[in-house]
């Protein structure tokens, strides 16, 4: 079955600090993938995408991830974490353009004065 | 961006009564919605796909009459939870893709969080 991997539920670094938030898709054929940052009892708001144009994606809050088929990930960094990146951070993927989304379970980001 | 709206963003009930909760595109057309249920500190689950015109689609285990699904028009779907009950609480999300695009990018509502008493 078609799944996403996020290992590691939660997430603490350092004000400053790299941030890096995994996230494995299941699947020989690259799907669409996605992260979504959602906020305590807000919806989920897109930070990036990857539609096989570019393995490297840049998105927003100075997000950024990289899409590595033969690793299949698709791991979320950003190279200076601020305090407001706390969130809950969800990957996702999509494998056709019509098809439903599947989640990944979510990691809890933490940032530490 | 194109922009979800749902309606209530809290709703608190007795048990035995059933809730509404409306999804709304407004600003492009959503022959198809989806809405995905989140219990607290877990995932989103999808649970059904609204198709406009059409019976909604729902995933294995999700009861299609405790969940009732109409997707009205092109640019409103509504969930209704019948006879809720306490193990109904939970945040109500749903979302719509934006038609025409190369990959199934879709805009999310804020989510509706049902309590039931």
């Known amino acids: 079955a078609q799944s996403v991997t996020q290992l590691g539920s939660h997430v603490s670094v350092s004000e400053g600090a790299l941030v890096l938030l995994r996230c494995n898709y299941s699947s020989s054929v690259p799907p669409y993938l996605f992260w979504y940052v959602q906020y305590p009892n807000q919806g989920l708001q897109l930070l990036l995408k990857?539609?096989?144009?570019?393995?490297l994606v840049k998105g927003i809050n100075g997000f950024e991830a990289e899409f590595k088929k033969s690793e299949t990930s698709f791991h979320l960094t950003k190279p200076s974490a601020h305090m407001s990146d706390a969130a809950e951070y969800f990957c996702a993927a999509a494998y056709s353009s019509a098809s439903k989304i599947i989640f990944g379970s979510g990691t809890r980001l933490s940032i530490r004065p | 961006g194109a922009v979800v709206s749902q309606h209530p963003s809290r709703v608190i009930c007795k048990s035995g009564t059933s809730v509404k909760i409306e999804c709304r595109s407004l600003d492009f057309q959503a022959t198809t919605m989806f809405w995905y249920r989140q219990f607290p500190k877990q995932s989103l689950m999808l649970m059904a796909t609204?198709?406009?015109?059409?019976?909604?689609?729902?995933e294995q285990g999700v009861e299609k009459d405790k969940f009732l699904i109409n997707h009205a028009s092109l640019t409103l779907s509504t969930l209704t939870v019948t006879s809720a009950h306490p193990e109904d609480s939970s945040f109500y999300i749903c979302s719509a893709p934006l038609a025409g695009g190369l990959y199934n990018e879709q805009f999310f509502g804020p989510g509706t969080r049902l309590t039931v008493l």
């Open positions: 990857y539609t096989s144009a570019a393995t």
């Open positions: 609204s198709n406009e015109g059409s019976k909604a689609t729902y």
